[in-house]
């Protein structure tokens, strides 16, 4: 069993989350540079949409009040990403009707933030990001060249509502969004044709794509919670050349830290 070293960001979402780790993902170069300062763990799980998310979300974070939570990492960044299956157009199994997909956001915020859950731990941060735009046009041409081929299963004026949704959400409970649905759609010039640069299916991220998600959420992260920006964080272990210029003292340079400044 390995041993609790640092803490840990918690990426959580569907399958746009769960791809973060594909080469060039955002969630790769996140642990890129959180590298020996905070864990960077995937929870990220494809085709879901908020309803089947809340009781996963609670198997994912231990109860304060156990006394093995003393010995678990911290979440300190809890990255919350739906929004792309709960958009599926009805009767589609995925979608979620606008008004409780708002109702589980807050609802999965309020895992970590609402003082009476028992999942309640102050030094977490929360960061909501909203689904990405889909380009309709990428998405059937995707779902035609199935075997069997498949009918259109998203839309885009509907993912932007959803995205919306999401933004109010974040204002209302006073949690910082990534607008992901517009940074997209403005570096798509703000064509639906366009957004083919940055989707591999019409739904999902690529390289490009993937590469404004990490250069958003790094920047909300510094704006929002500058506390916990990589920059701001020292590393848990010692590097090589203080312990190679102190070799009278290298066993107690050589222990654990914290990360942070408090």
Known sequence: MA????DAIMLFGDSLTQGGFEQNGFAAKLAHVYNRKMD??????SGYNTDWAIPVLEQCLAPTSTAAHAHLPAVRLLVIWFGANDAAPPPKAQHVPLARFRANLEAIVGTVRARESPRFDARTRVVLMTPPPVSTAQRGRAQRAK???????????????YAEAVGAVGRELGVPVVDLWGKLY???????VGLERFLTDGLHLNEDGYAIVFEELVKTIKESYPEYHHDNLRSVFAYFDTLANNP????????KRSAFSE
């Open 3 to 6: 041993a609790n070293v640092q």
């Open 40 to 45: 960077v763990l995937n929870r990220g799980f």
């Open 147 to 161: 075997e069997p081929p498949r009918e259109l299963d998203r839309d885009f004026e509907m993912t932007r509502t």
């Open 186 to 192: 403005e570096a798509a010039g703000r064509d639906e």
């Open 248 to 255: 009278d003292n290298y066993l107690e340079l050589a222990q």
